[in-house]
């Protein structure tokens, strides 16, 4: 079939969770169908479109910039037009011609939009087949993120966008012919927006366990590490949380402990954890995770917002690391306590976690065993992604 798969992001280089899994996708859809690929990029990404010309038909690029003044404009017009800030921030007259003209030059039988951001451009592909492949039910992770955030203007702004995406996110899923969500929360999530149940399909966050091999630890790996892309809100609210809450209750009974927190683009509030002589190095983006993972003691995902899929929890376990995280860090996870992972919610609780790990090598070895062999078995891509084949089955008996 011939699909033409619009993302907000280029899902190359994997270097975030919405790559991870977007990528995932399209190598699962190239090995049976026929792809165009329509994204959005930032500054000059030849190198990775030319890589990601081995999985598609074709590969077409509308450039976007972020900045202060820009989303200034996208709030005056949610604001006069009551669409989501988000939707209207995405929606750009370059995307749209490029989608006209694609759709006015070949046939698609599908328009897959990955991620609610890019549904917009889905409904523009006459006679298509519609998938909205979403990511996270946003209007939780908006919620979720709101109720983190002391009152002021920012929450007000973030109030207001998850009420607006919760009705934007019911009239996609109502519209679309089909629906994914990458966990059973996030389905029920859409499906509140709807006030029924529905028929989404629930398919995973996947990984390629062929590439995301597993690391070789060293025998005295003892840092605690964290990896994530450091704009992301819930990475921000989560990573202080741990240096403020968790932190200081490790290197009381630990002085010497410290932690390693990577990540693209952290705000000075993050850079600032790092430059007060408290253990906690504070990287930035970095060229090789291996080099850290191969130090890493246990593997933290201290979050208290979000929605969706971790893939940085995913990759944790395709790499066998011993892994502590909160009870939403993994949530729709497979993982089990104390079998391939240990849960802990409160500061205490998760630095005894992290201590239990960094004292216990016999603990962290079955944690990462453990975790490995989940990752083989129910996360790789070219298992986890065959329902994809189901919903493609229903768009040619509906062609």
């Given at each position: 079939m011939k699909i033409l798969l619009l993302t907000q992001v280029l899902p190359y280089p994997p270097d975030s969770g919405p790559k991870v899994k977007t990528l995932n996708v399209l190598k699962f859809l190239a090995q049976h169908h026929e792809v165009t690929l329509a994204s959005f990029v930032r500054g000059d990404q030849s190198a990775d479109i030319e890589h990601l010309r081995r999985y598609c038909r074709a590969v077409?690029?509308?450039?976007?910039?972020?900045?202060?003044?820009?989303?200034?404009?996208?709030?005056?017009?949610?604001?006069?037009?009551?669409?989501?800030?988000?939707?209207?921030?995405?929606?750009?007259?370059?995307?749209?011609?490029?989608?006209?003209?694609?759709?006015?030059?070949?046939?698609?039988?599908?328009?897959?939009?990955?991620?609610l951001n890019m549904c917009q451009y889905a409904r523009r592909v006459p006679g298509a087949f519609t998938l909205f492949d979403a990511h996270n039910a946003l209007w939780v992770l908006y919620k979720r993120l709101a109720e983190t955030m002391p009152h002021g203007p920012r929450r007000w702004l973030l109030e207001r966008d998850w009420r607006l995406l919760k009705t934007y996110e019911a009239r996609i899923v109502r519209e679309f012919a089909a629906t994914t969500a990458v966990i059973e929360e996030d389905k029920a999530a859409l499906e509140e927006t709807l006030g029924t149940r529905s028929q989404i399909e629930v398919?995973?966050?996947?990984?390629?366990?062929?590439?995301?091999?597993?690391?070789?630890?060293?025998?005295?790996?003892?840092?605690?590490?964290f990896a994530g892309t450091m704009y992301w809100p819930p990475n921000i609210d989560g990573v202080g949380w741990f240096a403020r809450e968790v932190w200081p209750l490790i290197r009381k009974v630990q002085p010497q402990a410290e932690a390693d927190i990577i990540g693209a683009r952290p705000p000075q509030e993050v850079v600032a954890l790092g430059q007060n002589g408290s253990g906690l190095n504070v990287t930035g983006y970095v060229d090789s995770l291996t080099p850290y993972l191969e130090e890493c003691g246990v593997f933290i995902v201290p979050l208290r917002a979000g929605g969706g899929m971790r893939v940085k929890i995913l990759n944790a376990l395709a790499h066998g690391l011993p892994i502590v995280s909160t009870t939403l860090g993994c949530e729709g996870i497979r993982v089990t306590h104390e079998h391939d992972i240990l849960i802990a919610d409160t500061p205490e609780a998760f630095a005894e976690a992290v201590l239990r790990v960094l004292g216990d090598r016999a603990l962290a070895g079955r944690l990462a065993d453990n975790g490995r062999r989940l990752a083989e078995t129910v996360y790789d891509y070219r298992v986890a992604c065959k329902p994809l084949d189901e919903i493609f089955q229903r768009a040619a008996l509906t062609a």
């Open positions: 077409h690029t509308v450039p976007i910039q972020r900045g202060a003044l820009a989303d200034g404009v996208a709030l005056l017009r949610s604001l006069a037009s009551g669409e989501p800030w988000m939707m209207v921030r995405d929606d750009l007259a370059e995307m749209r011609a490029l989608v006209d003209r694609l759709a006015a030059e070949d046939r698609f039988d599908i328009a897959h939009a990955d991620q398919i995973p966050i996947t990984v390629d366990t062929d590439e995301e091999k597993r690391v070789a630890r060293r025998p005295d790996a003892g840092r605690v590490t």
